[in-house]
């Protein structure tokens, strides 16, 4: 395979990681507002107290091998959204502070309360932001002549968008990891979020092939969509089964997997779209890639880790197995 080509799949599989594992506990921060009963609050940190620094190991992992194989790509990409990714960085930063003081806190709480939450919904947003601005195409020469070029309206609408997504894995999380009220109340809000994700999913979609000459004919020409129709089939047979599954807890794990299975196909059908570019109409990933050399030191690195941190992630996550009750809190 070629090295360009295996790179930009090891990059798609660890922010596909990224949106799916930090997803649920920025959605169980999204989330949080909307449980204010005693101990509730608790109950949703502690759910996710064990695994939330874990989880942003993506982040940095995919990071590390767009600014190492795509150079060109990560400095486009950073220099044009430095403030959302700096707003981003700051919302998660207070988020990971309010684990640390949150537990100890007594008169500070609903300050640390606010950091959780509201860190979570930006670093959420800011995320969604970014992904619209790149679909949608940001023209590097005129970045420099307004700083708020990015900002438009298709951006706004995919934050949102990315927001409810992340929303919708936490309430999944949340019904596969608790009981009784919490459980119910988790259900009730995911089948409302699971109906503004689909609208969502479509509407974004429909902007998109309305707006690009290029991703309309990658999914129109010839017979393109009748191959790649399974995507929007099988997204929503799989929404559908979701709800079926948050009315029935005698399968309390599967909605959760069938949400995440609604996300990898909405990857994929972004993958299809924006390939071969990072930077839609400007920017290959064979552009943008480092030398053959750098590829070929680099791959050192990433045999080693990527099978070490999906061992960690896998044995966390074992070891946290179960609803939240079954065992002590692990921070």
């Not at 620094?53 to 959204?81: C, H, K, M, Q, R």
């Not at 700083?147 to 298709?154: A, D, G, Q, V």
Request: neutral net charge; charged residues 10%.
């Amino acid at each position: 395979m070629d090295l360009i080509l295996f790179y930009f799949l090891i990059l798609g599989f660890a922010v596909l990681m990224y949106v799916l594992l930090d997803g649920f506990d920025l959605g169980v921060g999204i989330l949080y507002p909307w449980f204010d009963r005693e101990g509730e609050r608790d109950h949703l940190m502690r759910s996710i107290s064990h695994v939330w620094d874990g989880n942003e190991t993506w982040l940095v992992f995919g990071g590390v091998v767009l600014f190492a194989a795509f150079p060109a790509a990560y400095a486009g990409i950073l220099s044009t959204f430095y403030l959302p990714i700096i707003l981003m960085l700051f919302a998660l930063i207070f988020r990971g502070v309010a684990f640390e003081y949150r537990f100890k806190a007594h008169r500070s709480r609903p300050y640390w309360d606010l950091a959780f939450s509201a860190g979570s919904a930006i670093a959420a947003f800011c995320q969604g932001l970014i992904l619209g601005s790149i679909v949608q195409g940001v023209n590097a020469d005129q970045i420099s002549e307004a700083s708020w070029y990015w900002l438009s309206p298709f951006a706004i609408l995919t934050g949102f968008s990315v927001m409810a997504g992340y929303a919708l894995l936490g309430a999944s999380y949340l019904y596969m990891k608790s009981r009784s009220r919490i459980q119910q109340h988790a259900a009730h809000l995911a089948k409302r979020l699971l109906v503004i994700v689909m609208l969502a999913m479509l509407t974004v979609s429909l902007w998109t092939v309305l707006s690009s000459d290029n991703i309309r004919t990658r999914w129109f020409d010839g017979l393109n969509f009748l191959y790649l129709s399974p995507l929007p089939i099988v997204s929503c047979l799989l929404a559908f089964l979701a709800w079926r599954g948050f009315n029935n807890n005698a399968h309390e794990v599967r909605p959760f997997w069938f949400v995440a299975g609604i996300f990898a196909l909405g990857f994929t059908g972004l993958v299809v779209s924006l390939f071969p570019y990072l930077i839609p109409n400007q920017v290959t990933i064979w552009d943008a890639a480092a030398p053959y050399s750098s590829l070929k030191f680099l791959l050192v690195g990433i045999l080693i880790f990527i099978p070490l941190i999906l061992a960690y992630t896998f044995w966390g996550y074992r070891v946290f197995s179960g609803k939240v009750e079954d065992y002590q809190e692990g921070y």
